[in-house]
């Protein structure tokens, strides 16, 4: 991982953005609005920390399969059981929880499996 920053981790921000300003201006776009937050969410959560590992303590470290999963446990369980319990603002949905694992797997696939075939690793 260089030290710049990803495009497509500003590309993630760039739609959280967008989306949180729709909301508040009253336009709410279904599946924009309510699963495509969730579906890069863990990806962006695996590329932070990757980030961090990497550039900022030192380390050589990328995210495993176990730690995706672990990730869409850990984010379910804290936006989709305990956040809706502390506040009204927040529901618990399944669906929600599909996304997390959807993108996760998505972004483990493309990021460790899928690009480094194309460099040779896997060949």
Do not use: Q
């Amino acid at each position: 991982m260089k030290n710049k920053i990803s495009c497509w981790f500003l590309l993630g921000i760039a739609v959280w953005l967008l989306i949180i300003f729709l909301r508040r201006k009253g336009i709410v776009i279904p599946v924009m609005s309510n699963h495509l937050t969730d579906f890069i969410t863990v990806p962006m959560y695996a590329y932070i920390i990757e980030y961090l590992m990497n550039n900022i303590l030192g380390y050589h470290w990328k995210p495993d399969f176990k730690f995706i999963l672990s990730s869409t446990l850990y984010l379910s369980i804290l936006f989709e059981v305990v956040c809706p319990m502390l506040s009204e603002r927040f529901t618990g949905d399944i669906l929600d929880v599909v996304a997390y694992l959807a993108g996760g797997v998505v972004y483990y696939f493309l990021k460790n499996r899928l690009l480094s075939f194309f460099k040779g690793d896997r060949i």
